[in-house]
């Protein structure tokens, strides 16, 4: 009987082949050509004459922190390029956005959306870790027929004059945030960037997008291992 029961019991290799894997995909550079949340910031500022006085304003402040932090200049140009947009608005805006995005011709990555459906296809979790802001990429996922996507990204709060960064979703952060959510392990993480080591450290396999030889050499030096290449158009 003992004999029976083992022959019917799967051994560890066929559960562990069976079992859904976890996949990681960066947005910006590896689905979307480009930084999506740049393009509408341009946006923004090319639709009003307000934020571009607002911008001329801020660029004394600008050049004072810019020397000292990169991330506050950033973080400037963007809260003036949402003067005014409160949570609704910018819903509306940023869906508007994402509507008109999905339809610029090669705008996304062709290569890195079929990589994405085939994980789906196999029964993959696949979850969307970006620095993208999260209202904005959930849009234009929905748009592109991938609304019940699992997304970790940035996000904003209201503030008086306007929707605010609450937290830029980059590097260390997307553990974190991985986390929160209860990912301990992934099977395979795709980037295009070294801001993403973090994220491609813990993988079983570090997938870089579009990589140059030089950025390829830089990864692997600071994973410590091989990693593969993929030229996605």
Not at 131 to 138: A, D, I, T, Y
Not at 169 to 185: D, H, I, P, S
Not at 188 to 215: H, I, Q, R
Request: net charge positive; glycine share 8%.
């Amino acid at each position: 009987m003992a004999t029976v029961e083992k022959e019917l019991m799967p051994d560890a290799a066929e559960v562990a082949a069976t079992a859904a894997r976890t996949v990681l995909f960066d947005f910006d550079g590896v689905l979307i050509h480009g930084d999506a949340f740049s393009l509408l910031m341009r946006e923004c500022y090319e639709r009003s004459l307000l934020r571009k006085l607002a911008g001329v304003l801020a660029l004394p402040w600008i050049a004072l922190v810019l020397p000292f932090s990169r991330k506050q200049a950033a973080r400037t140009l963007v809260h003036v390029a949402l003067l005014g947009l409160n949570e609704r608005r910018y819903q509306a805006v940023a869906q508007a956005f994402a509507a008109s995005l999905v339809r610029r011709p090669r705008q996304f990555s062709r290569d890195g959306l079929l990589a994405l459906r085939r994980h789906q296809a196999e029964g993959d979790r696949v979850i969307v870790v970006t620095g993208c802001e999260q209202v904005l990429v959930s849009h234009i996922l929905d748009q592109l027929g991938l609304g019940g996507i699992e997304v970790l990204a940035s996000q904003l709060r209201p503030g008086i004059l306007g929707m605010r960064v609450r937290l830029h979703n980059l590097g260390q952060r997307k553990l974190v945030r991985l986390g929160e959510l209860g990912v301990k392990e992934w099977h395979v993480a795709y980037s295009d960037s070294l801001v993403d080591v973090p994220m491609l450290k813990p993988a079983g396999e570090a997938v870089l997008v579009n990589g140059t030889p030089k950025l390829c050499k830089k990864m692997e030096k600071a994973l410590g291992r091989t990693i593969t290449r993929v030229e996605w158009f």
